[in-house]
Each structure stands twice: as C-alpha cells, then as structure tokens.
C-alpha cells in the first residue's frame, strides 16, 4: 500500500505514478544537475551577472 492511500478517496494519478517512480533516477543525476549549476554560476560570474561572493555563496550552498 502506498502511503497516501489511507488518506484519499481516490488513488494517485498516473502522472504522479510516473513521477514518482522517477525519483531513483533523478538521485542518481543529482551530482550531474549540482555540478551543472555551479559550472553556470561560475559563467555568470565571469559575464559580470554575479559578483565573485555572490557565485562563492552560491557555489557554498550547492
């Protein structure tokens, strides 16, 4: 049983099903999809978009 089916009448539609059983995925593509946007803040820092703190406080929290 899934854990939301105490709690609705209806089950999970089929586009959430989907979504969710993607979830394996996308944790496996988590360090591809960080180490993307970094590489992005780095480039808008060197465009002049971010200033070098503000891409080290993003590159920080990522």
Do not use: C, H, Y
């Not at 993607?22 to 993307?36: C, E, R």
């Amino acid at each position: 049983m899934a854990l939301w089916g105490g709690r609705f009448e209806s089950g999970a539609s089929s586009m959430f099903k989907q979504v969710n059983d993607s979830l394996p995925f996308d944790q496996v593509m988590a360090s591809q999809d960080i180490q993307g946007s970094i590489s992005w803040s780095r480039a808008l820092q060197k465009a002049g978009v971010l200033t070098a703190d503000e891409q080290a406080q993003l590159e920080g929290a990522l």
